[in-house]
């Protein structure tokens, strides 16, 4: 068979049916006419040689292999149809595009809750209507989000292009990831009351693994767990310990001296190690430190961090890189 489009709104056909070779058993044509949204098909289907489909058969016909179409058989014979369609749905237009995705960072596995409250990365929108728009963005991750986290609506003037921080609500899964992984993270914005999203694009998500830590010192808090029960049991126990000692004292001084004796039973039991040699930037939660009986300087001052906390004092990460000697470079505590 073959179909010319002359217009766009008009198709012409034509067919033949063959069943042997050489042999033409039948001819078709037809046209087909669309206005939005209907759509009118007429078609005529011919055969040559009506006798053969007129005289008596044998029934064993019925019972070998030739029925293959049952538009198109032995008993088939000419047949003028017309087929009409109303289409009562039209595709909506589209009111905004995606233009550009920045991610804003890596994803840190052990601080993924924050994530929600503080922008993952952003989308640069137009609106590509001829009206003023609402569009807001959404952004989604398979497996380690459970459904799109969506941003609020903002309003966009024809033709404009404005930036929109989208966020990410992780699920528990990703607390499951133990090596640095890429994601394949899709963005979505969708304007007005729009079912379907008006444009996606799709970008990369860099998750941390649960000890990966980038080196800025501002990312230490994340590691900072003052909650932990085995942190709150050892910083209980450890004053539980001394309480007599708080008699005598001035209540001015009594949280320096709570530090101490926290200090001094925490330097006892565990002891300065450098993190594997696999690993660029490793950090050990506070439980785990207290665990292994050891860790290096950020590993001990996050710890240490973590049991000033929990009884109630307040803590500061320092960064010291000498100058020239970033190597060098160390992790102190203020509190």
């Not at 001084?253 to 690993?279: G, Q, R, W």
Request: with cysteine; glycine share 4%.
């Amino acid at each position: 068979g073959t179909e010319w489009d002359p217009y766009s709104w008009l198709q012409l056909r034509s067919s033949i049916y063959n069943s042997k070779w050489k042999v033409i058993d039948a001819v078709g044509v037809g046209f087909g006419i669309i206005y939005n949204p209907i759509r009118i098909d007429v078609a005529y289907l011919k055969f040559p040689h009506s006798g053969n489909r007129t005289n008596t058969i044998s029934s064993d016909v019925f019972k070998s292999d030739s029925f293959v179409d049952i538009d198109y058989t032995a008993f088939t014979t000419d047949r003028l149809s017309l087929t009409a369609t109303i289409n009562l749905w039209q595709t909506r237009e589209s009111l905004a595009r995606i233009e550009y995705v920045e991610m804003l960072g890596e994803v840190f596995t052990a601080s993924h809750q924050v994530y929600a409250f503080r922008p993952i990365g952003k989308a640069r929108v137009k609106n590509i209507s001829a009206k003023p728009i609402q569009a807001k963005v959404s952004f989604f991750v398979d497996e380690i989000m459970t459904a799109p986290t969506d941003t609020k609506f903002y309003t966009i003037s024809p033709n404009e292009v404005i930036e929109i921080p989208f966020f990410a609500v992780f699920n528990e899964l990703i607390s499951a990831v133990k090596k640095f992984s890429i994601f394949d993270g899709t963005v979505f914005v969708n304007a007005e009351t729009a079912v379907e999203y008006d444009d996606r694009y799709q970008t990369r998500v860099l998750v941390r693994s649960k000890n990966d830590w980038d080196g800025d010192p501002l990312s230490l808090r994340y590691f900072v767990t003052p909650n932990d029960p085995e942190i709150i049991k050892f910083s209980r126990d450890a004053l539980s310990r001394n309480k007599n000692i708080f008699d005598s004292l001035d209540v001015v001084i009594h949280n320096f001296v709570k530090s101490k004796i926290i200090f001094n039973i925490f330097a006892e039991k565990l002891l300065y190690v450098h993190d594997p040699m696999t690993s660029k930037d490793f950090v050990q939660y506070p439980s785990e430190t207290l665990s292994l009986h050891g860790g290096d300087c950020d590993d001990l001052t996050v710890s240490y961090a973590s049991l000033l906390m929990s009884i109630g004092i307040s803590v500061a990460i320092v960064d010291v890189v000498p100058p020239g000697q970033p190597d060098k470079a160390h992790i102190y505590l203020m509190f």
